[in-house]
């Protein structure tokens, strides 16, 4: 019998690199907020910080040097946490909940994150998409491990 951590299509099925979805999502949105950090500094790479802080677009993102430091910080930490499927997981929650707090800050505060990191709606709008689908993978997938755990006791 298939192990239920191995369900085909599962967050935490195995992928043909023998990679669960939660490692894949972990390691393929770290990538992206690596690339997208280091390609911030091409558009704004100052360090300035006070109320109001502003930044340039990166496509409709606002940017500055701090931004960029969160994004590159955020993504090496999900690219770590891929290392396995329960890691991927842990760090999947982490890195949801903390992107729900930013993202309701920015919807409540506005402008800037604690004076340091410029936001705008449009970031606003993708903090929260990325906390929700790191949410929803983390949670399918610690659902699979789980009872597969349970399984392999049994």
Known sequence: MEAAHNKPGGAGAKAKGGRSLAQLFSLVTGIVLI???VLGFFVN?????G???SGDELIVFEVNGWHNIVH???GAFLVFMAASARSAVTGL???GILYVIVTIYGFVDGDDLLTIVPINTADNFLHLALALAAIAVALSARK???SGAKERTA
Request: net charge neutral; glycine share 10%.
């Open 144 to 146: 699979l491990l789980s």
């Open 72 to 74: 590159l910080a955020t």
């Open 93 to 95: 929650l982490i890195f």
């Open 51 to 53: 109320p109001g802080v």
């Open 45 to 49: 790479s100052m360090f300035n910080m």
């Open 35 to 37: 690339a997208v950090g």
